[in-house]
Each structure stands twice: as C-alpha cells, then as structure tokens.
C-alpha cells in the first residue's frame, strides 16, 4: 500500500531546497529574506522540516548561528565509508592551541605561546590553513601582534551552535602531580 504524499507547500519546498545547496548554515533572517516570507513564518516551517527529516538520512540541525542539513548519526557508518579518506586529524599540540584559540580569542601567538609552552607557528599555521582558524586583526600594541579567532567550521566540525556552547573551563583545579607518562592522544574531525 503506497502512501499519500502531500505537498509540502511552497514555502517548505524553498526551505529545503536553499538547505540543501547551502554550503553553510542559513539563519532564519537570512532564510527569510531569500524566500520573502515572515521570519516566524520560516521558523515554524523548519520546525515541521525538522520533525519531517527527524528519523531519515538527513536531518535539519541548528549549528553555527543557523540551519543546514546534515547526515543522521544512524547513518554515520555508511557515510564514512564513503567519505574517507578525507578525514583530518589533529594532535593534541593543535587541539590544545584551538582551544586556547577558541577560549581567549581573539587570541595572539604570544598569548597561545605563554599557556602552552612552547612556539605554536607551525600549529597555528596548520589551524589557518585547515580553516579552524583565522587572522582576524592586529591587536593595537606595540608590534601589531597578529589576532586569531576560530571560523564557522570550527563550529561546524565540534557540533557547536557558538562560542556558548562551548564546556566550561576550571581555571582554578588543581594541577596533578602524576608522574606517569601517556601517549598523546590524536583527535579525528570528520570534515
């Protein structure tokens, strides 16, 4: 027994279709105004977008300030057989600099270098150029030291909706004392 399809409306179809082809998440006003329809309008349709896709392939996911859609977690298995070998991965050197990045921003390479230790050129260099990262200004100080901030596809990458959603950050705990040594652990960002 087949069932009935019902349209969607004009509207919906709009909506899924600038989702689809976005490269980025759309926000509701951005959405808005392409489609000429109410903000509250667009956002009530992307509730029903939502609930509708909610237990397919694609799934609507607010990230970044907006909408798009992206792959169900059900699906992971299979779209990673797909995708690989793109896959990025990060040492624990590059996610300890992001972070850093992500908490201070904006945040100069003299500021990364005083928490970690260490020169961070070439790990910031990586985190430029596999866009976690960007130059975003010169800070207003003597040397016009370089500023960076993270990008929509640090975002994107981590789950994130924004900076918010990032954990909180105990400056205060305790350092441990343990003297036992682990590898460093390398982190993978499916891209």
Not at 2 to 9: K, R, S, V
Not at 79 to 93: I, N, Q
Not at 154 to 161: Q, T, Y
Request: aromatic share 6%; net charge negative.
């Amino acid at each position: 027994m087949q069932t009935e399809l019902t349209d969607p409306g004009p509207l919906q179809r709009s909506l899924e279709a600038l989702l689809f082809v976005a490269s980025e998440s759309l926000s509701i006003e951005r959405l808005a105004k392409l489609t000429g329809a109410e903000p509250v309008d667009v956002a009530a349709t992307l509730q029903r977008i939502g609930a509708d896709y909610a237990e397919r392939g694609l799934v609507l996911r607010e990230i970044a300030g907006g909408y798009r859609f992206a792959t169900s977690p059900a699906a992971r298995e299979a779209v990673e057989a797909y995708l690989l070998p793109p896959k990025t991965s990060l040492s624990a050197a590059a996610m300890e600099t992001l972070a850093i990045i992500a908490y201070l921003q904006p945040a100069t390479k003299a500021e990364m270098e005083a928490v970690r230790g260490v020169n961070v050129d070439s790990v910031v260099a990586t985190l430029v150029d596999r866009r976690f990262a960007f130059e975003s200004g010169r800070r207003d100080v003597p040397g016009r030291p370089a500023e960076y901030r993270t990008t929509p596809e640090f975002l994107e990458a981590f789950g994130l909706r924004s900076l918010r959603d990032l954990p909180p950050v105990d400056l205060e705990a305790e350092k441990t004392t343990d003297e036992s040594v682990e590898e460093e652990p390398t982190f993978t960002i499916t891209l």
